[in-house]
């Protein structure tokens, strides 16, 4: 890992990007003593500096966390291959035509996961090795990501999942397996993600311990206050 830039916030954060291999990302980390670590990850590749990722890494890193985001295979600005291409061409073709895109985000994100998770796997593994983090680990964000690391990596303590990304059948059938405290959050008016799929999803959910919260609104129209439930979610389960 290579930091490649550092500077330090307001509320004394300190922001650095680095890369690993060919995986850009950015860490934030709160101070000298080790911190727990939470891996933040946008809905459906999605750029790691978006500006909602970014808010919600720099309220949990001033709330105590070690917070670090990548862009994964395919995601952000990292080069996308010919068929990924057509393939999102497709779906904003079906979407502006008003034509079902299930299937279209099928071929999109199932390979999205399968590419992102052995990155942020490799990730972690050298987040871990450095003297300002310490585990428990937890994780926040893409469903369909949250959700294949809960159950390929032991090392996942907790994760705040939001409903608003589509989940692959793969990742539905693997929902069961998941036993981690989850925090789930449901935009009730979300336009892009039915409902009573994100209902039967947190049905599905194996784990003993999960908590669904919804609030009226859009796909974005998540309230700021849940971040702040959100961080204390994970300080009961990595502090």
């Known amino acids: 890992m290579r930091f490649t830039s550092e500077q330090r916030l ?3 954060v300190l922001e650095r990007e680095f890369v690993l291999g060919e995986i850009p990302g950015t860490l934030w980390t709160p101070g000298s003593e080790p911190a727990p670590l939470i891996l933040m990850a946008h809905n459906n590749g999605l750029p790691k500096g978006e500006s909602r990722l970014v808010a919600r890494a720099r309220r949990s890193a001033a709330y105590g966390y070690a917070v670090a985001t990548i862009d994964a295979a395919g995601c952000g600005d990292r080069p996308r291959s010919p068929a990924d291409e057509q393939i999102r ?21 199932g390979p999205l996961v399968e590419g992102a998770v052995p990155e942020w796997r490799t990730t972690l593994d050298a987040l871990l090795a450095l003297p300002e983090i310490g585990g428990p680990v937890g994780y926040s964000g893409w ?12 090392r996942i303590a907790a994760a705040g999942l939001f409903a608003g990304g589509f989940v692959p059948r793969a990742q539905r059938e693997e929902a069961r397996q998941v036993t981690i405290p989850l925090l789930f959050l449901l935009q009730w008016d979300d336009e ?5 799929r994100a209902l039967d999803l947190f049905d599905a959910f194996g784990t003993k311990e999960k908590t669904l919260h919804a609030n009226l609104g859009g796909h974005t129209g998540t309230p700021w206050f849940e971040a702040e439930d959100g961080n204390r979610f994970f300080g009961r389960h990595l502090k």
């Open 89 to 109: 061409a497709d779906l904003r073709r079906a979407m502006r035509a008003g034509e079902p895109v299930d299937e279209i985000f099928e071929s999109l994100v």
């Open 10 to 12: 307001d509320d004394g």
């Open 192 to 196: 892009g993600n039915p409902r009573q």
């Open 143 to 154: 469903t369909a990501v949250g959700i294949r690391l809960a159950v390929a990596e032991p």
